[in-house]
């Protein structure tokens, strides 16, 4: 598994300096342009906004270069300017509302404050997180803490319902999705648990149709994730969180065993349960008939929000109205369910490509991390984080985009929201700390070179 | 464990082509049908929610945006509203829009191509867009004249400055209140517009241009005088037959020769001078003498003096007709502006101001300059002729008859002391037992002022008594003696 891989070991610090400062002024640029758009006048607070981003962008530079000076420098610069972009956009959407009254939003303050916290738990990752194979003592107490986490809507009294799907908690009128942080949990629990039972698990059961199949034997850790899955799905009625927890559990699984009838089955396994959704529950059914026939008069009305979200995609056109100059507030949730299309009416397509790209590189640059790690758990951990971006961006945009029915998602690091910006911001600090780890000279095992180990914890024993 | 991971890529390569292909499709393949679609506001966001620029009267704005804060992003509103809004027209945001709003649209909301430097100019500064101003050519004083002098009857002024065509003064009544429509109450609105429009009177038509068009009556006289005086054989001592009753060729029926059924004659021996018949506007003189001149003189002036043409200044005018292929009978009648003879006030204001610029018609215009936010301009009026229907010298004959019919005929009531004024009235009948429409069409000048009126007071009856006062006044606002 562990590949010698082909880096020299540079930490390219500067290149992320220098992305970095890219990204804020690129951020702050959008915030101004915001603010010009919408009232001719540059954002009052602009000045203090600059120097905030750019003081969390050095204090994150700082830091990487004390604690991971070798990690990945795209990462970080990624990250920030994602963040930045969806503050603006934050402010676009809160502006228009302002201007024009159709409904109301929260300022961007609210996810600049969650920013901030954002940023210091990422620091607060890479500065006590040493190693991330300390994860993997966790890895119980995660697979606890993430079912819980993902049940607590549930709780009467806590739990709350949007949109028809019981996915947030809310205390004391702070209202939080929980399953951001299960996220989290689950990769770590699954990586850990994936490693130690990978063998187990790869071995060879009865052949049907050409593809080996799992011993029987082997299906309960499945039928287990499955189950969870679907209670998800039947209890808190949601499509896309649920797709997530399983989509994320059989792709670390086919990554841990190299068995393609994982996928196989997991994609069968989820297939009922998808047809039970979308015949047998209302608001399912009914976003099934808005990603077939949203535009037609009889359904026009029930999918209100999909049909503004086009509007505001062909408004954008090919170079889009430009920020501040669109009118996202005529979308429900501009800000954040639909806030890729925000983007899309005032970027553009072109816009909405580089948000794209922006995304694929970030996955990219996990799945980079992955290959270059040399211990199974990291390897799960940084392919499970990257793939469950990935997942979640094909979820949400392709919902709004009608590549698929929508869901209860939102977009990682843009989307209006505290729990899931921190949470990203999380993983964005552990897919750093991962990705030092696949670039530090010390993991690289060419012959002769006999690379100094001993400062370093010893790797754990794999099962 | 690195196929896999090259797997997932892969993976996640094709849901992001996915992505990419949906999204195109979405803002590029779709996006006409989209932004096409019935229930797709932002079309009309983006049409209603520019800032829009001011329509202006002598330096005054009647029709100005201001931001609504809510949805639209900005309010239309008219002030003063029902005098200018047969001009202006309405911007609503429910039934579109009408007038100078619809014809100069694309200068008032920025969009016109004439503009494209100044958009330019605009997004490069960060500056948000905004629309030209458009100044209309109207003089407010004699607009105000206009429609108090006419005070709610039903009619229409029109006056112009012979010499550039320009607009003085456009009114139709009874008119409506555009700032009802311009409401974003869209209830209100729908009810404002089912109301004008079940009104029998029917505000939203402008009169001076457009609608049923009027039957000219004796006002007509001037067209068949002019293509008389065109024609050679006639001048303004030219004795013509002018019998108290007439018995149309080939028909039944019998003209008297004035209203009323008075059958007096023109002059002694059943004949006068033209300039005694205009004057007294004698109905047997002119129907002999449009019959004498002929339908292709008649229709070639009246093609001359704007008849038949279609203009856009820059709003519609529905041309002004004479009927085709006339029997002489009918020539009789069309020569005193009846049978099928349709026009605007605005083509009889054309026909006065031809007299008075020597013969020549300008093509009327209503706006004087367009100008961008900070002023500079972008167009200006340039007089344009339209047609010469008669030479300086016959339209020297014209103005002396005319001037002998205010001093000593049916037009004296638009006399104004040290205004040379010609004139000429009308009794236009229209319908069986209907009170005639009332005309006055003529021209005052003083020195360099010149101004073409034509007045019309729908069953006003005699014209010499409606409409010939409020011509007095329109022009004494704007020559101000």
Known sequence: ?463 | MNKPLRHVWLVVSVLFVLLFTSTTYFQVVAQGRLNAHGQNLRTTYNEYGRHRGPIVVDGEAIATSQASGDTYGYLRSYDPGAMYAPITGYYSVVYGFSGIERALNDTLSGEADALFYHRISDILSGKQGRGASVELTVDSEAQQAAWDALDGRRGSVVALDPETGAVLAMVSAPSYDPNRLASHDTTAVQESWSELNDDPERPLTNRAIGGDLYPPGSAFKLVVASAALESGDYTTDSVIPGPGTFQLPNSSSVMNNFSAGRTDPCGPDDESTLAEALRQSCNTSFAKLGISVGEDQLASTAGEFGFGQRLEIPLSVTPSTLGTDLDDAQLATTSIGQYETRVTPLQMAMVAGAFANDGVVMEPQLVEAVRTGDLSTVAELTPKELGQPLSASNAAQMRQMMVGAVEDGTGTAAAIDGVEVGGKTGTAEWGEDRAPHSWYVGYGQMDEKKIAVAVVVEEGGYGSRTAAPIAQDVMEAVIKP
């Open chain 1, 1 to 463: 598994m562990a590949t010698i891989v082909s880096y020299t070991a540079r930490p390219r610090r500067l290149t992320q300096a220098l992305l970095l400062a890219f990204a804020v002024v690129t951020g702050v640029g959008a915030y101004a342009l915001v603010g010009l758009g919408r009232s001719d006048e540059l954002p009052s607070g602009l000045m203090t906004y600059g120097i905030g981003a750019a003081v969390l962008a050095l204090a994150l530079q700082v830091v990487v270069m004390w604690r991971t000076p070798y990690a990945d420098p795209v990462i970080l610069p990624l990250v920030v300017l994602l963040n930045l972009l969806g503050i603006a956009m934050i402010e676009s959407v809160h502006a228009a509302n302002e201007n024009y009254g159709l409904r109301t939003s929260a300022g961007a303050d609210r996810q600049m404050l969650w920013a901030i916290v954002g940023v210091l738990l990422c620091i607060g990752v890479l500065l006590f997180l040493r190693d991330h194979r300390r994860l993997r003592r966790y890895t119980w107490i995660s697979a606890v803490t993430g079912a819980v986490l993902l049940l607590l809507p549930l709780v009467p009294g806590i739990g709350s319902s949007r949109n028809g799907s019981q996915i947030w908690i809310s205390i004391a009128g702070n209202s939080f999705q929980p399953a951001e942080l299960a996220k989290i949990a689950f990769a770590i629990f699954f990586a850990g648990y994936l490693v130690s039972r990978r063998d187990t698990l790869a071995l060879a059961g009865p052949k049907v149709l050409g593809i080996h199949l799992p011993r029987w034997s082997d299906f309960g850790p499945i039928l287990v994730a499955w189950g969870f899955a679907m209670a998800v799905l039947v209890f808190q009625t949601d499509l896309g969180t649920s797709l997530m927890f399983f989509g994320l559990f059989v792709v670390m699984l086919y990554v841990a065993t190299d068995r393609l009838s994982w996928l196989v089955i997991g994609a069968i396994m989820f297939l009922p349960p998808a047809v039970f959704a979308a015949t047998q529950m209302g608001h399912v059914r009914t976003r099934i008939t808005c990603w077939l026939d949203p535009l037609s008069s009889a359904n026009y009305s029930s999918c209100e929000q999909i049909n503004q979200g086009l509007f505001g995609l062909a408004n954008g056109g090919i170079t889009g109205a430009g920020l501040g100059e669109g009118r996202p507030d005529v979308v429900p949730h501009a800000e954040s369910d639909f806030i890729f299309a925000s983007f899309a009416e005032e970027l553009g397509m072109v816009g909405a490509f580089a948000l794209l790209l922006l995304y694929l590189l970030l996955v990219q640059r996990a799945i980079r991390a992955a290959v270059g790690i040399s211990d199974g758990f990291g390897t799960l951990l940084a392919g499970g984080l990257g793939f469950v971006i990935a997942l979640q961006v094909f979820v949400v945009v392709g919902g709004v985009t009608r590549v698929i029915p929508l869901t209860g998602l939102t977009l990682p690091f843009l989307a209006a929201g505290g729990s899931s910006l921190v949470c990203n911001w999380i993983i964005a600090g552990i897919l750093v700390r991962l990705s030092d780890a696949a670039r530090r000279p010390a993991a690289r095992q060419v012959a002769g070179l006999g690379a100094p180990t001993a400062a370093r914890p010893a790797p754990e024993v794999m099962a």
